[in-house]
């Protein structure tokens, strides 16, 4: 935006940029502490998150090995125990799904 500027007389003498006297927004924010403060949060909130998502995958990998001992513990003490099936499912727990996804 561009204005034109009177001298005391009245008279037309330049043209200055209005945005260089008024609050308008910034051309480069970076140079605004707000955006350097919000990008810094940003960054530390990709941080956590990536944190988060090393975590999730550590007790994700916990959760399948856990799941694959149980089965193998299942599938031994069917091979060794005829009994050990009645047991299981007298208790709701069918073996077939118990099998681990992987």
């Known amino acids: ?3 034109t500027v009177t001298n005391d ?3 037309y003498s330049k043209v200055r940029r209005v945005g260089n006297y008024t609050n308008e927004k910034r051309k480069y924010p970076k140079s ?3 955006f350097t403060s919000l990008q810094t ?3 530390e909130a990709n941080c956590k998150m990536k944190e988060q998502e090393t975590l999730q995958a550590e007790r994700e990998e916990e959760a399948l090995q856990i799941a694959a ?3 193998m513990i299942v599938k031994y003490l069917s091979a060794t125990d ?3 099936l009645a ?3 007298s208790q709701s727990i ?3 799904t118990a099998d681990v996804q992987t």
């Open 94 to 96: 069918d073996p077939a």
């Open 32 to 34: 605004s502490s707000s």
């Open 82 to 84: 005829p009994n050990i």
């Open 41 to 43: 949060q940003l960054k």
């Open 69 to 71: 001992e149980h089965l």
């Open 87 to 89: 047991f299981l499912e």
């Open 9 to 11: 007389i009245g008279e």
């Open 1 to 3: 935006m561009h204005s």
